[in-house]
């Protein structure tokens, strides 16, 4: 089946360094997107989102990017932060309901001091 | 503005006990949800209720009832817990449940099934 999935489980960064984590989605039919962030033992928080008509946003050291060519969606962290430490989860979103929320798997992002 | 609140944080279970997990928001808001997170895998949609009074099916809703209470409270009842029902749950709430809203989450129930 269609499915939202993520090319790097991990990834490593030195603070101050820029981190850009991938995902990838296969529903051609979505036109909505986006990114939360989940630190350990915590609910996942929304950071950015985008719609399919669009493809770049950004919001406070973020950025995300879209193309719908490749049907390919990253966020991009300005300046690494030891807080920016947490799990990244795409999500996609199709048929205009808060009930077709499909979520990518995570990328755990690490941030070395 | 406690926003949303899960009880309990942990819990274990034996196989066939049941259990209800609460959940509250106090944003006013229309829409909640319920979510399982497996390890190595995304959040899955269990079930979700757009407005008081009314709810859906998600993807994996097999094992679950819930209980729209209120506009504040939407609660997941597992009947007859099994081993495979063991997961983080996560309510979360929106305001209208349209697609450009965000989704806000509790902190999540931790559930051990034996």
């Known amino acids: 089946g269609e499915s939202v999935g993520l090319h790097l489980p991990t990834l490593s960064v030195q603070e101050g360094d820029n981190s850009i984590i991938n995902c990838a989605y296969s529903?051609?039919?979505?036109?909505?997107f986006i990114w939360y962030k989940q630190e350990s033992g915590k609910g996942p928080q929304f950071i950015i989102d985008i719609r399919s008509n669009m493809d770049k946003r950004q919001g406070q050291r973020v950025t995300v990017l879209l193309n719908k060519t490749v049907k390919h969606l990253s966020l991009q962290i300005a300046a690494t932060q030891p807080g920016d430490s947490a799990v990244y989860f795409c999500a996609e979103n199709y048929g205009g309901s808060q009930g077709n929320l499909i979520f990518g798997k995570g990328t755990k992002l690490s941030v070395k001091p | 503005n406690a926003g949303v609140t899960q009880t309990p944080k942990f819990q274990v279970l034996k196989t066939g006990q049941s259990m209800t997990l609460q959940c509250a928001q106090d944003m006013n808001h229309n829409s909640m949800y319920w979510y399982r997170q497996d390890p190595g895998m995304g959040l899955r949609l269990i079930y979700y209720s757009a407005s008081e009074g009314t709810t859906d099916k998600g993807e994996v809703p097999n094992g679950y009832n819930v209980s729209r209470l209120n506009k504040r409270e939407f609660s997941l009842r597992l009947e007859s817990a099994a081993p495979s029902q063991t997961s983080v749950y996560f309510c979360?709430?929106?305001?209208?449940?349209?697609?450009?809203?965000?989704?806000?989450f509790g902190p999540g129930t931790r559930l051990l099934v034996l």
């Open positions: 529903n051609s039919a979505s036109d909505y």
């Open positions: 979360a709430s929106s305001e209208w449940g349209r697609i450009q809203e965000t989704q806000y």
